[in-house]
């Protein structure tokens, strides 16, 4: 394929023209991608317990939905009872079976695939075998409705060259890459980096692969996280590509950015920072605003930049861009940037996990950072959420705030390993223009795992009222399910 363009899907006969179109309200920008299964205007929630047990197989792995209402997140406990579901490879129409360590559920993503006005959920299983093959990976779709999610049409499938270790599913995202197929284009990675697949002709076609460990264009990169985010606004979602490169012995993590338009993606530049990646306009320009993560280097940690870091790249009409300094190193933020609670300690993993979205409905993305490496007090590795305020001249510590398990009002305590904030997620789950705050801590309850929503507000995030469930109030098991490892963006 040629460096500059490698997705190309002509010859599916269709000439989209860029505008919002896929979900409700749908979209190319992360703020308007709603992950609304049944298209009734509210968030749903999808998430992933990959190390769950599933007809005695250990391992195998399930996935959750809770739709969102007028009155927000329930459970299958709730008063009154709240819409929830759980899916596995074992159930009915669902293709597949049940295997152990199978990890179904270890990536999620949602995306209108079949242009139907209603989002479907993109499911990866690493640990998948492909006949003979081990861990070679595999990926399922589940189709939403009216109804919302359902295993009928459902379909699965491999890489278009399986290998065993590849891990084929660890990483998945779907959004409209290209204007020459109807609905969003499915991007899946295993480590040798991602392949694509359309729906046409009332099937899901595979279309396109990119090796990024052999990228000619830019830095080769063992890819590990995908994001999406129409960073130059020209109405087509663009693709990131992030992991470690060989090319600096794996010492920095690095986002090679994919532009999106008519007849494909364009290789566009490489940006430092990437072990995790989250996008949405924090200045309100109209340009979504890539966010990346980075752990702190030796060297890092010798000038202050201690426990993780953050990088803004802001959008705008050449694709994101960053705030330098005069070498051309990123701005970062930490732990220790004027007006952000706490500090920065060595293992604190402070940006492993980032969220987008608009908290305070000011019209302005907020940033949720998780450090699931933070000891609270002398309680090592328990977990703990920052959240940085958006604004006109783009992020900001100004009313920024943190929260863990021995913060008041929220239930629970702090304890060793649980790793709240691992995941998190910023969702709008009852449509009043604020998005709550989802955070799990997939270590609590002996790895069964636990998830926290917490209110928004017009100030922020609001620990009064915030509340947490297991698996069991979805009706799912938990014995070691690591439920919430994986959380939709």
């Excluded at 969220?355 to 907020?366: I, K, T």
């Excluded at 509340?467 to 939709?488: E, N, V």
Aim: aromatic share 8%; hydrophobic share 35%; proline share 4%.
């Amino acid at each position: 394929m040629a460096a500059a363009s490698f997705l190309l899907l002509a010859g599916l006969g269709i000439a989209a023209a860029p505008a919002s179109y896929a979900g409700v309200p749908g979209g190319t920008h992360a703020n308007d991608r709603n992950c609304d299964f049944d298209g009734d205007g509210y968030d749903d929630i999808l998430i992933g317990a990959p190390d769950g047990t599933v007809d005695g197989k250990k391992g195998a792995g399930y996935v959750t939905v809770q739709y969102g209402a007028a009155g927000g997140l329930g459970t299958h406990n709730s008063v009154p009872k709240a819409r929830t579901a759980v899916f596995s490879q074992s159930t009915a129409g669902v293709p597949g079976t049940s295997q152990t360590y199978d990890a179904f559920g270890a990536a999620v993503a949602t995306g209108d695939i079949d242009g139907d006005g209603y989002d479907d959920a993109v499911i990866g299983a690493p640990g998948e075998e492909a006949g003979a093959l081990q861990d070679a990976g595999r990926v399922t779709v589940l189709y939403g409705s009216k109804s919302g999610l359902g295993a009928a049409r459902s379909v699965s499938f491999a890489s278009a060259d399986p290998a065993a270790g590849a891990r084929f599913g660890s990483a998945v995202t779907a959004a409209r890459l290209t204007g020459e197929t109807l609905g969003d284009v499915v991007a899946v990675l295993d480590q040798r980096g991602a392949e694509f697949s359309t729906y046409s002709g009332g099937a899901l076609r595979h279309t396109g692969t990119l090796d990024t460990t052999k990228h000619p264009a830019g830095r080769a990169v063992r890819p590990a996280y995908l994001t999406t985010g129409d960073y130059d606004a020209n109405g087509y979602a663009d693709l990131v590509v992030s992991g470690y490169s060989p090319d600096d012995d794996y010492a920095q993590g690095w986002s090679a950015v994919y532009s999106g338009g008519a007849h494909g993606l364009t290789h566009l530049r490489d940006l430092r920072g990437g072990i995790s990646t989250a996008s949405g306009d924090i200045n309100n320009d109209g340009y979504d605003d890539l966010v990346t993560g980075q752990i702190s280097s030796p060297d890092a940690e010798a000038e202050g930049l201690t426990g993780g870091l953050v990088g803004v790249y802001y959008g705008g009409e050449d694709g994101p861009k960053g705030l330098e300094s005069e070498d051309g190193t990123p701005l970062w933020w930490t732990q220790n940037s004027p007006g952000v609670p706490g500090a920065g300690e060595h293992g604190d993993a402070w940006g492993t996990e980032l969220s987008v979205g608009d908290v305070d409905g000011d019209g302005y993305a907020d940033l949720a950072v998780g450090a699931p490496g933070e000891d609270v007090g002398t309680v090592a590795d328990a977990g703990a959420v920052w959240l940085l305020r958006g604004s006109a001249d783009g992020l900001t510590a100004m009313g920024a705030q943190s929260f863990d398990q021995n913060t008041p009002d929220i239930p629970g305590t702090a304890e060793a390993g649980d790793e709240w904030g691992a995941q998190i997620r910023l969702a709008d789950t009852n449509a009043d223009g604020r998005c709550e705050l989802i955070a799990a801590a997939p270590g609590e309850d002996n790895q069964d795992g636990v998830v926290w929503q917490l209110p928004a507000s017009t100030k922020g995030l609001v620990a009064d009222g915030s509340w947490l469930y297991g698996p069991g109030a979805l009706g799912a098991t938990g014995s070691a399910a690591r439920f919430g490892a994986a959380i939709d963006e």
